[in-house]
């Protein structure tokens, strides 16, 4: 079922119809560059779309709310690894960011003024991967704005070569670092919450940061994946991209405390799953592959 959450009367008509008990809200636009030139597009689908699903949840009385924010929350950290406690809002260079952010706003103000609601923020560092089947992953529309997807069209010939952004800032080697997260750990995450979610009766809301707690450099990503993929994946250093940061990564141990759950795929796993899923689907999944087109030709 498909629906528009900046329509309230077609969103309702869904509530009406369904029984929920817990909700789970992934959907929103998430480039950081495309919001940068359509900010009116990010606010009213993120922001309207946020507020009409809640302002639902609360008629129809769905109060167990899981909600994906991301690390960019958190803006240039001051201090390494990122804790939940860490202050957010501050330094935020994109719109998209900034939504993020203010939904985050929104559920705690929501939270403290009801304690009927149950919410529980899971902030996503970097993810990465694809299920390990090869059937899901991740499709971009037009050129990637992200690392691992960029690497993996560079490995399947798609792309020609990977634009690193800087080899000067301070780290490892120069290149950003970042907390990868497989898919698959993510995924599992949300199961953990919904448990959490449905067994503490007296839960307000809980943020919780979902990450490995390990940074790697673009130069090692590149590394791993050539080692996972066995082919070669050629590099230009370019200028640092604007807004970017030198290094990200969190400490996950809260959820691990609290929800029992951990990252539990490295970074080869991480590769091999996104080169397997590139593999199968060199075109993406909405695009026959050549040779499909080729057969279709001579049918
Ligand atoms: C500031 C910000 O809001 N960042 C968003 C962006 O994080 P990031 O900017 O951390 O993710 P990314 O995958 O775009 O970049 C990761 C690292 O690779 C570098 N890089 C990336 C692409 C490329 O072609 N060449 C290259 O060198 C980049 O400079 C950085 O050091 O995307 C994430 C999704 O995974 C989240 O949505 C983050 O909120």
Known sequence: MKCDLRNFDELEKVFSEQ???TIIHFAALKSVSESTTKPLEYYENNI???LNLLKLANKYGVKKFIFSSSATVYGPPKELPIKETAQTGQGITNPYGQTKFMMEQ???DLAKANPEWKI????YFNPVGAHPSGRIGEDPLGVPNNLMPYIAQVAVKKLSYLKIYGDNYETIDGT???DYIHIMDLARGHLSAIERIQKHENLSYEIFN??????YSVREMVAAFEKASGKKVKTRVEPARAGDLAKVYCDPTLAWELMAWRAEHNIDEMCRDAWNWQQKNPYGYAKKSHFDEIE???M
Do not use: P
């Open 19 to 21: 029984n929920f008990e």
């Open 48 to 50: 309207l779309g946020t």
């Open 106 to 108: 929104i559920l705690i």
């Open 120 to 123: 529980i923020i899971l902030r």
């Open 176 to 178: 950003g670092v970042r």
């Open 210 to 215: 979902l990450g490995t707690g390990r940074g």
């Open 296 to 298: 279709m030709g001579f």
